[in-house]
């Protein structure tokens, strides 16, 4: 399914909700340069058709999820640019925004100087949110990781900072503690960067691992208490202590989301850096390929697992001046072949996926 509400619009994170539906978050733009932006929340039934939409001016899009009484708690930002000195000094801040249902906002906390990459509910009913601190120019660092842990109503109970690398995802794990993954920065990712640092429940570390890739997008933990990641050219799978499992290489691929398969292994979804196509793949429990397939003028950055499949978004490019925020929903082959390395074209053999979302919706 297509959404456009304006001339350019995207979805960058989709999620599962209780009534088989989806609720999915993007942006969107009424002009491509220099247009204000706008966040975009699209409540779906189970095969991607609108139960209602909601947006927000002025602030970008980040993470949401479904909260355990059928309300939805999202993160999202704004942020600002100016050059001092000829140094660039990015400030703004995040926001954690609660709605029902209905998508009818019932409050908003501000987190001044952060930029938010992701947003939890944990389970004393209170939320966690990930991401950067901008630290000001000439400091040290460009940025410092930090995780904030709130309240129910979002006001913040305690945070834990992290000098000198930027977090891109977060997770709440089983045992009620966290896991953050990112870079060193936001601007430059190089080999060796990224990392993942584990948290109690109470914020201290765990453990702290660097891993030989650039920059970690999206982790899951796995039902034996393991952690999956997908980032720039490179997945990977490491133990409860952080310690490498096995890593393999994308050839070019920026995997954006990362999720379980139900009969074991993993699925990467996101976007060739060369072609500018959406993909997606899954693999079994060591890595390997097992189906695949791209999308063409499409790019995707999020992926939720589905009853039966899975669910991706991203941006469809309509023209080279228009583009619409796109759901497709995805099943696999029943008994896949193991496939060649990625670097695949529009439909690789022995994917065998079927579209389940098809067609597109106009509005405005």
Do not use: C
Not at 47 to 54: C, D, L, P
Not at 294 to 306: K, L
């Amino acid at each position: 399914m297509t959404f456009a509400p304006e001339n350019n619009n995207k979805f960058d994170a989709v999620a599962p909700t209780a009534d088989g539906g989806f609720i999915a978050l993007g942006s969107t733009l009424a002009e491509k340069y220099g247009g204000s932006e706008s966040l975009l929340l699209v409540k779906t039934d189970g095969r991607g058709n609108e139960t209602w939409t909601v947006t927000m001016p002025e602030i970008a899009p980040a993470s949401v999820a479904e909260t355990d009484d059928g309300g939805y708690i999202i993160g999202a930002y704004n942020m600002s640019t100016t050059v001092v000195d000829q140094d660039f000094n990015y400030q703004g801040s995040s926001f954690l925004i609660r709605t029902n249902a209905a998508g009818e906002e019932e409050w908003r906390q501000v987190i001044p100087g952060m930029k938010v990459s992701s947003v939890e509910e944990t389970a004393d009913g209170g939320y966690a949110a990930i991401g950067w601190l901008w630290n000001p120019p000439e400091s040290e660092n460009e940025t410092t990781a930090v995780i904030v842990k709130t309240d129910g109503d979002g006001t913040p109970a305690w945070n834990r900072t992290f000098p000198g690398i930027s977090a891109n995802v977060g997770t709440v794990t089983a045992d009620g503690g966290y896991v953050l993954g990112g870079t060193k920065s936001p601007f430059t990712y190089d080999i060796g960067d990224a990392f993942l640092i584990r948290l109690d429940a109470d914020g201290n570390t765990l453990w702290h691992e660097n891993y030989q890739v650039p920059v970690i997008f999206d982790v899951k933990e796995t039902d034996d208490g393991r952690f999956v990641y997908a980032g720039n050219y490179w997945y990977g799978l490491v133990d409860g202590d952080g310690k490498e499992v096995w890593l393999r290489n994308m050839e070019g691929l920026t995997g954006y989301a990362v999720e379980l398969r139900p009969s074991g292994g993993y699925v990467v979804a996101g976007t060739d850096a060369r072609s500018g196509e959406g993909f997606v793949f899954g693999t079994d429990g060591d890595g390997t390929i097992l189906w695949d397939t791209a999308f063409t003028a499409t790019g995707i950055y999020g992926a939720a697992s589905a009853p039966g499949g899975y669910t991706l978004a991203g941006i469809r490019f309509l023209s080279p001046d228009t583009s619409a925020a796109w759901l497709a929903g995805i099943t696999e082959a029943v008994s896949p072949a193991p496939t060649a390395a990625p670097g695949f074209g529009a439909a690789a053999a022995g994917a065998a996926l079927l579209l389940l979302l098809a067609g597109r919706r106009r509005r405005g």
